[in-house]
């Protein structure tokens, strides 16, 4: 432990100290020698994979992460790899054995990450594709996140205290999540969970799970072609086949609780027949209904450009902190996208919104919540991929046909006209405790019976409204019926 600890610290204080100094002068607007910071993020990267699996996660998950490394920072570690030799076989060959017993033949590696290898076999007579966690990973890794927990401490001497807590929520956030990823048992959840949802989505291929341990898991192979490989790209056009995995992706990130969170080339392939296989759901993630609703209008926010629609929906996702000043926000927000006016919306590029983010997270006084950290990982994957797939791949203009397939955009105008009709109901609710009482001193006071009853019509309006929209959705009628009940409540006060 000693060792290690002092091994991580020589090898990344250099770098932490550079950083330092890069990230003052931004937040204090001070001119920055770009290529000078391209090379200490380069330098910072490499320092990430001389330090092995763990900080090779670590920095995958930074580069996701604008609100705690800048552009040219997060540009440098989006190159970081999941790739390393794999472990001599007698290794892995004991941890199967353990698992499965005798009655698994290895034919051959497919494939070698930080946390896992996978090989093509043979069990109980059926060729299957088997994952083994890497042999001593999860010891490796333990140990490394209570290195970086006894170094914490230090950086209190170089940051200030907010960042701190950035990077405390970050640390528990990633130690969390990582032993998720080798927890093969959380793997299969996922794949069975998505592979469900997704059992009408069309020309889509997910292997079934045939057994799942906590370190090994067997699943159906399916033979297919990388989506990057010059195979694929004969079996479909690289046109076609970027906008097909757009499209999944995006589909399950905004119609289906579960979803894929790592669109890398290597997790994706095309069979004979043209359909999409997936593999390795072990970054896969789930999201609440009120999260995706709100995903979807700042989705629609960003592509209309409209600053104070995504500054009231990152308010809701819990993106702002507590003491920004909203209408400041707004306005950096929209200084940003004025930047980029006299472009036509169909020629902008994901980056240009990803460099839009990435400033505005670093510079404003904004947080990434945990929950759309997946997500935001996802789309800036995904991205990769289908730029990879098709050099001209252009994800606004992708966003755009999707969002006109989907009826995204009929969808956020129902949605916000519903949380307007919600907002009158609660309002009305507490008119209507007070309007009673009032009502009621107002008919002991009156001798006119008939005026009492015409004061409840307003209420007996109202009742009817609330059944009338919960059984029918109708928005035009129930806010007639609204103003209606309002007018005839208007109406009796000026007669009394």
């Known amino acids: 432990m000693i060792r290690r600890l002092l091994e991580v610290f020589f090898k990344l204080a250099p770098r932490v100290l550079a950083y330092r100094e890069f990230r003052n002068k931004i937040l204090k607007e001070i001119p920055i020698d770009e290529k000078e910071m391209a090379e200490e993020a380069k330098k910072f990267v490499d320092t990430l994979i001389e330090l092995g699996p763990t900080f090779i996660k670590f920095g995958q998950i930074l580069s996701v992460r604008p609100d705690i490394m800048p552009e040219t920072y997060i540009k440098e570690l989006a190159r970081?790899?999941?790739?390393?030799?794999?472990?001599?076989?007698?290794?892995?060959?004991?941890?199967?054995?353990?698992?499965?017993g005798n009655s698994v033949k290895i034919l051959k590696e497919l494939s070698s990450a930080s946390l896992g290898q996978v090989y093509l076999g043979e069990y109980n007579g059926k060729i299957v594709a088997i994952k083994v966690n890497r042999p001593g990973i999860k010891e490796t890794v333990n140990e490394d996140i209570q290195v970086v927990k006894k170094l914490l401490p230090l950086l209190r001497f170089v940051f200030d205290e907010s960042f701190i807590e950035i990077i405390k929520v970050f640390l528990e956030e990633f130690s969390r999540r990582i032993f998720e990823e080798m927890d093969y048992t959380k793997e299969a959840f996922y794949l069975n969970k998505i592979k469900e949802e997704l059992s009408d989505y069309p020309s889509l291929r997910i292997p079934s799970i045939i057994k799942a341990t906590?370190?090994?898991?067997?699943?159906?192979?399916?033979?297919?072609?990388?989506?990057?490989?010059?195979?694929?790209?004969?079996?479909v056009d690289n046109r076609i086949l970027a906008y097909r995995v757009f499209r999944l992706f995006m589909y399950m990130l905004l119609n289906k609780d579960y979803f894929h969170a790592d669109p890398h080339p290597g997790n994706i392939a095309v069979d004979e027949q043209g359909n999409l296989v997936l593999y390795d759901f072990g970054m896969s993630g789930k999201i609440d209904e009120k999260t995706r609703n709100l995903l979807i209008r700042a989705y629609v926010a960003m592509i209309r450009m409209d600053a104070d629609s995504l500054v009231r929906v990152l308010d809701e996702l819990g993106a702002i902190q507590p003491f920004a000043d909203r209408r400041v926000l707004a306005k950096g927000l929209r200084l940003f996208m004025q930047a980029m006016q006299g472009i036509e919306v169909s020629e902008l590029e994901l980056e240009d919104f990803m460099k839009l983010a990435d400033q505005v997270f670093f510079k404003f006084p904004l947080r990434m919540p945990s929950k759309l950290v997946l997500p935001f990982r996802m789309v800036n994957v995904l991205d990769g991929?289908?730029?990879?797939?098709?050099?001209?791949f252009d994800f606004v203009k992708s966003s755009i046909t999707f969002l006109e397939e989907e009826g995204y955009t009929t969808k956020v105008v129902i949605e916000q006209?519903?949380?307007?009709?919600?907002?009158?109901?609660?309002?009305?609710?507490?008119?209507?405790?007070s309007y009673s009482q009032q009502q009621e001193l107002i008919n002991i006071q009156s001798s006119r019976k008939g005026s009492a009853i015409t004061n409840y019509i307003p209420q007996m309006i109202l009742v009817i409204t609330i059944i009338f929209y919960a059984i029918t959705k109708d928005i035009i009628i129930t806010l007639l019926m609204v103003i209606l009940a309002f007018s005839i409540s208007l109406s009796g006060r000026k007669n009394t």
Do not use: H
Not at 86 to 93: E, I, K, T, Y
Not at 214 to 235: D, H, N, P
Not at 417 to 422: F, Q
């Open 417 to 433: 006209v519903r949380e307007l009709v919600n907002g009158i109901w609660n309002r009305f609710r507490s008119f209507l405790l």
């Open 385 to 392: 991929t289908c730029r990879e797939i098709d050099k001209d």
């Open 80 to 100: 970081l790899q999941d790739e390393v030799p794999p472990a001599p076989f007698s290794q892995v060959s004991k941890i199967i054995d353990e698992e499965l």
């Open 214 to 235: 906590k370190r090994v898991l067997v699943m159906e192979y399916i033979k297919g072609y990388k989506v990057t490989s010059e195979e694929a790209k004969k079996i």
